[in-house]
């Protein structure tokens, strides 16, 4: 059977972080963020990594861009680093940090690579949190919004596409929930209330962006994770709703439409963990309407039946992260569970191409909205072979997940581009370096840290060419 081809203009790419690749934590005026704190806190990641240097992308920004030319690639997504631009998170702006984004961007369009900015990556100025604890404070929406402004301003006629807030879920999920990214807190009704201070700082980002960036577009990057249930016991299938409506619909809602979902506002409000809403909060919900739905996309989420006086921990990887991971067991509504029909990453993540097509699907019955997928990708351990990286597994990865991609596209969705996660290889967040996305090697040297050498991965040339058939290759 011939596949309809991908679109013209499909936007196939490539994802980073600034915490993730660009080190240079302290240069040029950069002030800390929460992660140059956390990391170095003794047993807060494995083996004690952190972003110092990671992989000096900030000291080889030309070097990786020629890679990406080399390539072929239509758009790159990447963070920007609040903290080099406003090192204490408000007040006097560091034009060093504008300088170095601005040189990026430029380098970017030179060789006709659509850049896609992220302004939040999890690395919010520690400042903030010492001075008002962060997304806890109200006093943030203000700070958020200048700092977006700063960059609307300075980059809004040279950068079309726009994420938020990277998977609100996430690090708001992680940092008061499970406790495993900073502030480490674990603590359900403070997490509700963080979350619902990001949802207004982000929908005051995008009243903002309307003003002054009118031809742009603008989205949030959502950690998407389909849920299924485990069984066709009508129970099991409940389950999978409030797991659903939990998990993603509790986020994107509010998103789109600027309103929770009823039913886990039901359940939160019962328990008394609902967020506190004030007058006005959700006129200003209302404003942060998306153009895009962003989706970062890594497993599919698989849920049974949970008595109320049921667990309140389900199955979770050794990462901590499953879909959002902070509501792994909910009594009363779901616990998560392994899906005996799918395999795993060597870091226990489900691998399921299938489920980005149902996610899709399920996204555009209810927002209808373009889709943009702003990760999927691989983590694995890599091997260098006589200068080589034979990663087929990874090419494997993206090839089952980009043939769905183009199921969807026929199914009817509207999907505007791929980015890959990631470019080169990076830091993850909690597992060091030893776990690789990239389409280039990153040779690590013990003796010599700042080696770093790039090295293209076989993933590289194979993404290549798909890239320049527009998709056709994946085909045979
Ligand atoms: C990791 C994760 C990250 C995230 C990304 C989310 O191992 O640390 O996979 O790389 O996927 O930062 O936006």
Sequence with gaps: EHKQPFPENFLWGSASAAYQIEGGWDQDGKGPSVWDVYTKQPGTTYMDTNGDIAVDHYNRMEEDVALMAEMGLKTYRFSIAWTRIY??????????????????????????IEPIITVYHWDLPQALMDEYGGWES??????????????????????????????????????YKVGLHPPGVKDEKRMHQANHIASLAN???????????????????????PVYPRTSHPEDVLAAENAEEMM??????????????????????????????????????KQG???????????STTVERNPLDGVAEGKMNTTGKKGTSSDSGVPGLFKTCRNPDLTTTNWDWEIDPVGLRIGMRRIHNRYQLPILISENGLGEFDKLENGRIHDDYRIDYIAS????????????????GYCTWSFTDLLSWLNGYQKRYGFVYIDRDEKDVRNLR???????YW?????QSSGEKLQE
């Design 463 to 467: 993404y290549q060419d798909i890239i």
């Design 203 to 225: 929908a005051k980002a995008v009243e903002s962006f309307r003003k002054y960036v009118p031809n742009g577009k603008v989205g949030p990057s959502f950690a998407l994770s």
């Design 248 to 285: 993603n619909h509790w986020y994107m809602d509010v998103y789109v439409h600027g309103k929770y979902p009823e039913v886990i506002w039901a359940h939160l409000e019962r328990k008394g963990t609902a967020p506190e809403l004030q007058e006005g909060d959700l006129e200003l919900l």
């Design 138 to 175: 109200r006093k943030i929406i203000d700070d958020f919004n200048d700092y977006c402004v700063t960059l609307f301003q300075r980059f809004g006629e040279k950068v079309k596409y726009w994420v938020t807030l990277n998977e609100q879920n996430v690090f708001i999920g992680l940092g």
């Design 87 to 112: 090192p204490e998170g408000r007040g006097e702006v560091n034009e060093a940090g504008l300088a170095f984004y601005e040189r990026l961007i430029d380098l970017l369009l030179d060789n006709h």
């Design 401 to 416: 997940h980009l043939q769905q991609i183009q199921e969807a596209l026929q199914d009817g969705v509207d999907v505007i």
């Design 289 to 299: 309407a998306p153009d895009f739905m962003g989706i970062n996309y890594y497993q």
């Design 454 to 460: 790039r090295i293209k991965k076989d993933s590289f």
